[in-house]
């Protein structure tokens, strides 16, 4: 079993930055890929940025150039750096790892006038 707990949500305003912490412990350390998604009220779990198996990174095409997947091995943690937040970016955050479908319980971040 793995476990994930992500961390760094909050309140904002409109152009502010945040950071997403994500750290992996439990029976495995090694990770094919990790990511972060994002849920907005009403709407569907979608993602946001992720490394890829290969080590590549995808992002959506609404946070390029103002987010930043980073990880840092040693720590099993990943980051996301968020600048530049708009309102359209409040939503809960969570952190998945795969292979074995691991989800983290969440963080809410708004951004809010």
């Known amino acids: 079993q793995v476990q994930l707990v992500e961390s760094g949500g909050g309140l904002v305003q409109p152009g502010g930055s945040l950071r997403l912490s994500c750290t992996a412990s439990?029976?495995?350390?090694?990770?094919?890929?990790m990511g972060w998604y994002r849920q907005a009220p009403g709407k569907q779990r979608e993602l946001v940025a992720q490394?890829?198996?290969?080590?590549?990174?995808n992002y959506a095409d609404s946070v390029k150039g103002r987010f930043t997947i980073s990880r840092d091995s040693a720590k099993n943690t990943v980051y996301l750096q968020m600048n530049s937040l708009k309102v359209e970016d409040t939503a809960v955050y969570y952190c998945k790892s795969d292979p074995g479908n691991y989800w983290g319980q969440g963080t809410q971040v708004t951004v809010t006038v």
């Open positions: 439990g029976r495995s350390s090694r990770f094919n890929t």
């Open positions: 490394f890829t198996i290969f080590g590549n990174t």
